[in-house]
């Protein structure tokens, strides 16, 4: 009888192991009923101080692009801490961000109806020289103003851990988080971002 | 691991039938109160085979006679001191041991790189025993230290901890274990959590240069590492401490959240586990350890905000600073073996492993992982009587990689080793010279990204062959005068010469000491070859051409001893020259640079109190007061960030009733107040320059509580609290403690040989 009890135990252990498994394997598949896709990714390479920009669509991923005004192939671009999104002087996309604050990434349920700013003009750090860094204006969204900070202290990066609501190109949702900026080797530069995407014509996003 | 168990009783089990065979009984009482000492070790050493056996006298202090010949027997306890007598097989004997209650006959090596009396050493030694450190809970080897020494003050960076001593910072301060170096350092720190403090038997700590026995960074003092050496023929101990938490970061973690590997790290429990086995047969002895710690990372900020005006310029700044201290994992394991191959040749092989993880608040999808090895061989050949040859090699490796959060792969950052043949003859002379002759040769290697390219590791070698000698001349029972040189080749700065005189002089109660010593660092691997640029901003850049630097030392000091109470005053000042700092300039890429460089001279001078009064058999207390005047001066503006007073008591009250041991400790550490310039890089007009601000910090006391309770001398319970009053700094720096505040701990301690033999014999007594 106590062996039995004790087999019990075990199954209903395994049991238990394998269900927690399969929950998490569970995770970051999208869900195909609504068009919610899911993403957390670390962008493919640093870029350098100057006119350098990874520019990426929530459908396709990293893109290339050559003209970024004319395109409607990307959604948001990055430059080292500096980000775009695809409208106002960045491109003629339905694009534009609202910052949702320093929220929990799930509690963000669903995008707003309006509050989207295009971008404008912003600086950008061009180099490091003797005589102190020196900026160049170029266009891009001042929403994300602060979303990456270097801490002079330690000279490392620190995100501000907001939930940015961003209009793609063609007017649908998604919420960006920008969790980190290292590499999986830990080189600085490398945006590490966290999304979720509406592919449907709806707007929610958990 | 059930068999290894039972061979390890079998083996317990085999001593104690042994032991029954032999006949005679020793009684070994105290000589005041005629009562007996329980838990005394006593060694039997035979005169003819040199073959030695160890027992350990019972509750009603006797043990028996384990002589198989005539044998020299030394018995020995805390507090009391060391008697030796000759014992022939059968023999029943009483012994009377003479109290030494402040241990100032202890031996100790330090000072004089030989075994000497405590009360003969020229050089003022502070001494720790492992009791003290037991019986308080302490598992950190910088807590003790900050607790027990007057001025030694540790300052925790994001990078570890940074210690302080005489008003010196760590490139001054040479650690050792069981007299050898250690690899790898930060800002001269070596990894204090490389010493396990299970295995310690004692610390000796002396203050002031030594480099003329101990060579480089021996400038401002050297503290010395004893570790335990096995006494029984089995002995097995372990044990585990559990402490509060300084901080929980992350409530309620989910398994799948993001950042859940980042934020489990930085709430690693507070632990630590341990566990020795030894044996001691005859002719072979081997010790292993096992020691394994987690800490929790905490991270602090300040309540009072932080003004600075640059003096001199037009400009301020209001600062709310932050103090974080990483998470560590760390393990490691160490093996000794002792054999003595005939009466004359010693042997001894060890070899240890150490590794650490160290998580810290950077989000940067990696941590970082520290990794240790070390060996080295020992022979002893006592060619007769009166003199000895030691030879031996060391060599300790200490890397650092980072650890990718996301991939695992490892990327070395640097790696540090040396290796230190050494030969050290000492003779004899008529019992009125001890003269030490040594050579050793010293050869270092770094490799870093700091080298040049930061691309890729680069190395770089130094080697040094070394000459030193030490006469110790006793000229009457009275007074003694001590002189030794040394002379160091470095492969990059070229010979340098280091001497040392000292004398004492008994005049009962009173002693005087007089100390003069060189002291000298040679430039690191580091500050000879450097060249990087941290984050791309500016360049560190080397010097070839540094030359050590070195300071003068002198010190006077009186101790007075009557019976119960111990209490030393001493006078040391020191003078400073070619101090390595360094200067901004532009270089020819135009890239802001700080270059390295023999820059400036400096002197400070201090006074140390220290006192020992153990009141009767009950209460103890000990204490101690330094005062430093530190000249170190920038642009005429004092940037000594040590506190000029600072002190530090200890309270102890022992209750010892037949198989129980009650100890209750209450230490305390006052820092007084700090007045100085703090120093900044900042840019002006496009070059970096110095620019000082002037702070205060108040001053501030930490005090610690424990209770030790200890059964059957096998088990070992210590419950305390940590800063007692909750101290937090207000504004928190690299120059103001970091306690997180208030902190409980407890511990378990068993000796289970000690409890195994205690046990077998009650239970042989109620048969």
Redesign the interface.
């Known amino acids: 009888m106590k062996n039995f009890k004790l087999v019990l135990v075990a199954l209903m252990g395994i049991l238990m192991m394998t269900t927690s498994c399969s929950k998490d394997d569970d995770e970051n598949t999208p869900s195909p009923v609504d068009g919610l896709k899911t993403g957390d990714l670390i962008l493919s390479r640093a870029t350098e101080y100057g006119e350098d920009w990874i520019y990426f669509s929530f459908e396709e991923g990293e893109v290339e692009i050559n003209d970024q005004e004319s395109s409607l192939d990307w959604d948001i671009a990055f430059n080292r801490y500096n980000v775009r999104t695809n409208s106002g002087t960045s491109g003629n996309g339905q694009g534009g961000v609202y910052d949702a604050g320093a929220v929990d990434f799930t509690s963000v349920l669903a995008a707003n109806e309006s509050g989207y700013i295009v971008d404008d003009s912003i600086q950008i750090l061009e180099s490091i020289s003797n005589m102190g860094p020196t900026f160049i204006t170029t266009t891009g969204s001042d929403v994300f103003i602060g979303c990456v900070v270097r801490i002079n202290q330690t000279g490392s990066y620190e995100t501000n851990n907001h939930i940015y609501v961003v209009k793609t190109a063609q007017g649908k949702y998604a919420k960006v988080w920008i969790k980190g900026y290292y590499s999986a080797n830990s080189e600085p530069g490398f945006i590490n971002m966290k999304y979720a995407y509406q592919s449907g014509d709806g707007m929610n996003l958990e | 691991m059930k068999n290894t168990i039972k061979l390890l009783l079998s083996i317990v089990l085999f001593t104690f039938t042994m032991q029954s065979m032999a006949q005679g009984e020793l009684t070994i009482i105290d000589q005041e109160s005629k009562k007996p000492v329980p838990y005394a070790n006593i060694c039997f050493e035979s005169l003819g085979h040199h073959s030695q056996s160890y027992g350990i006298s019972s509750l009603e202090g006797k043990a028996i006679n384990k002589a198989a010949e005539r044998c020299v027997i030394a018995i020995s306890f805390t507090g009391y001191k060391t008697l030796y007598d000759t014992i022939v097989p059968g023999q029943s004997k009483q012994y009377e041991l003479e109290a030494d209650l402040l241990n100032l006959n202890q031996v100790v090596v330090t000072a004089t790189r030989s075994n000497k009396q405590l009360k003969n050493v020229p050089v003022i030694t502070q001494v720790l025993l492992e009791e003290e450190i037991k019986s308080r809970g302490i598992t950190e080897v910088g807590a003790l230290l900050e607790a027990e020494i007057p001025g030694l003050e540790i300052h925790n960076h ?1 990078w570890g901890s940074d210690i302080k001593m005489q008003g010196l910072d760590a490139n001054y301060v040479l650690f050792l274990i069981d007299g050898e170096r250690m690899a790898g350092e930060t800002e001269g720190n070596v990894d204090y959590s490389r010493i396990n403090m299970n295995d310690v038997e004692r610390v000796e700590i002396v203050k002031g240069a030594s480099s003329a026995l101990y060579g480089s960074q021996a400038m401002g003092g050297v503290i010395n590492i004893i570790t335990k050496k096995p006494r029984d023929k089995v002995e097995f101990s372990m044990g585990g401490k559990y402490t509060q938490m300084n901080q929980v970061n992350f409530e309620n973690l989910k ?2 959240e ?2 859940y590997f980042y934020k489990s790290k930085l709430d690693l429990p507070n632990t630590n586990l341990n566990a020795t086995l030894g044996f001691n047969l005859n002719r072979f002895m081997s010790k292993t350890n096992f020691n394994r710690n987690t800490s929790d990372a905490y991270h602090l900020i300040s309540t009072d905000s932080l003004y600075k005006e640059y003096e001199g310029l037009d400009l301020s700044d209001v600062e709310l600073t ?1 103090g974080k201290a990483p998470g560590t994992e760390d393990f490691s394991i160490s093996q000794v073996f002792e054999y003595k191959l005939t009466n004359k040749w010693r042997l001894r092989a060890n070899g240890g492993y150490y590794q650490q993880n160290r998580y810290d608040f ?5 941590y970082d992982f520290f990794e240790e090895y070390n060996f080295g061989l020992k022979a002893n050949y006592q060619i007769s009587d009166i003199n000895n040859l030691e030879l031996s090699f060391n060599r300790d490796t200490y890397n650092k990689n ?1 650890i ?1 959060e ?2 695992d ?1 490892i ?1 070395p950052e640097y790696s540090h080793y040396f290796y230190n043949p050494k030969a050290i003859y000492n003779q004899a002379i008529k019992e009125k010279h001890h003269l030490t002759l040594g050579a050793e040769y010293y050869a270092e290697s770094l490799e870093t990204l700091r080298f040049g390219n930061e691309d890729h590791l680069r190395r770089k070698n130094s080697n040094t062959l070394i000459a030193f000698a030490q006469d110790d001349f006793i000229v009457n029972s009275n007074f003694s005068i001590m002189g030794g040189f040394r002379m160091d080749h470095h492969s990059v700065y070229g010979t340098h010469v280091t001497p040392k005189l000292s004398a004492m002089y008994k005049w009962v109660p009173l002693t005087f000491r007089a100390n003069y010593a060189m002291g000298f660092r040679s430039p690191t691997l580091k500050e000879l070859y450097f060249d990087f640029t ?4 500016f360049v560190l850049k080397g010097n070839e051409n540094l030359v050590p630097e070195t300071n003068q030392y002198i010190s006077l000091s009186t101790e007075y001893t009557r019976d119960k109470f111990n209490m030393s005053a001493n006078f040391y000042k020191s003078w400073f020259e070619n101090r390595i700092g360094g200067y901004w300039s ?1 270089n020819e890429n ?3 640079q700080y270059n390295y460089t023999n820059i400036n001279q400096a002197e400070l001078f201090g006074i140390e109190v220290l006192f020992r009064y153990r009141i009767n058999r009950s209460f103890f207390m000990s204490g101690g007061y330094s005062y430093l005047n530190d000249s170190d001066e920038v642009d005429s503006k004092n940037v000594s960030a040590i506190a000029p007073h600072s002190g530090n008591f200890r309270f102890e009250y022992t209750l010892t009733k037949k198989i129980y041991q009650l100890k209750v400790n209450l230490s305390g550490k006052i820092t007084g107040a700090k007045e100085y310039y703090e120093l900044d890089d900042i ?1 002006i007009n ?1 070059q970096i320059g110095v620019a000082a601000y002037f702070v205060r910090y108040e001053p501030f006391s930490i005090w610690n509580f424990s209770i030790s309770q200890s059964f059957h001398n096998g088990i070992l319970l210590v419950v305390g609290i940590d800063n007692i009053l909750d101290y937090k700094a207000p504004i928190v720096s690299y120059n103001s403690n970091l306690s997180p505040g208030r902190i409980g701990f407890v511990s378990l301690n068993l000796n289970v040989d000690h409890l195994y033999r205690e046990f077998s014999s009650l239970l042989s007594k109620k048969k």
């Open positions: 994001a398994t799948n993001d950042f932050e950077i989000r940067d999808n990696s980072k990718s996301i991939n792969v990327t941290p984050a791309g901003l532009i135009s890239k802001q840019e496009g």
